[in-house]
T-cell receptor
Framework: RKEVEQDPGPFNVPEGATVAFNCTYS??????FFWYRQDCRKEPKLLMSVYSSGNEDGRFTAQLNRASQYISLLIRDSKLSDSATYLC????????????FGTGTRLKVLA | EPEVTQTPSHQVTQMGQEVILRCVPISNHLYFYWYRQILGQKVEFLVS????????KSEIFDDQFSVERPDGSNFTLKIRSTKLEDSAMYFCASIGRGEANEKLFFGSGTQLSVL
């Protein structure tokens, strides 16, 4: 099983749609979880951290399910500028500071 | 916001040549990383560095690779004898104190092309 697994997509959605991405991770002792956004040939940029209780930042909502070892990202009211690759990132178990990236899920928001 | 700086932005080299990729992490950060991303593929962990030594490395980080923090500000990745398959975008990253939920700060990357 891959350490961090994502559906690569692409997800093609119309403007205004709601879209959700999931990510699963294999190490049950993982400590920290993040969603990063990557535009073509640019560096990853933090979209949001994912907390145990779930968290929201404007149109973006992240959830963590430790029992099932997955995290999710929900984007409401999609905008053209949301078109990017969304990377699930998991920090390792206690004592390690290795951040592991999923393959990313590509989102295209269509006019 | 503070930035991680990488130079050069592009590097073209011949197979078998040595390259050094340079990074200036954020000044008060303590943990440093190199990642690489082959075109169309995932961001892959290469190595992490703390307290002037390697703390973790991946199977990709073989004897051809080395890292150094020569002067307290620069953090370099050296590839001794480049191969065609080393062509990739190399990202430097850093975090502060290694606390829970600390985000990785990335540089803008060096695109390495091995001919």
């Amino acid at each position: 099983r891959k350490e961090v697994e994502q559906d690569p997509g692409p997800f093609n959605v119309p403007e205004g749609a709601t879209v959700a991405f999931n990510c699963t991770y294999s190490n049950s002792a993982s400590q920290s979880f993040f969603w990063y956004r990557q535009d073509c040939r640019k560096e990853p940029k933090l979209l949001m951290s994912v907390y145990s209780s779930g968290n929201e930042d404007g149109r973006f909502t992240a959830q963590l399910n430790r029992a099932s070892q997955y995290i999710s990202l929900l984007i409401r009211d999609s905008k053209l500028s949301d078109s990017a690759t969304y990377l699930c990132v998991v920090n390792g178990a206690s004592g390690t500071y290795k951040y592991i990236f999923g393959t990313g899920t590509r989102l295209k928001v269509l006019a | 916001e503070p930035e991680v700086t990488q130079t050069p932005s592009h590097q073209v080299t011949q197979m078998g040549q040595e390259v050094i990729l340079r990074c200036v992490p954020i000044s008060n950060h303590l943990y440093f990383y190199w990642y690489r991303q082959i075109l169309g593929q995932k961001v892959e962990f290469l190595v992490s560095f703390y307290n002037n030594e390697i703390s973790e490395k991946s199977e990709i980080f073989d004897d051809q690779f080395s890292v150094e923090r020569p002067d307290g500000s620069n953090f370099t990745l050296k590839i001794r004898s480049t191969k065609l398959e080393d062509s990739a975008m190399y990202f430097c990253a850093s975090i502060g104190r290694g606390e829970a939920n600390e985000k990785l700060f990335f540089g803008s990357g060096t695109q390495l092309s091995v001919l």
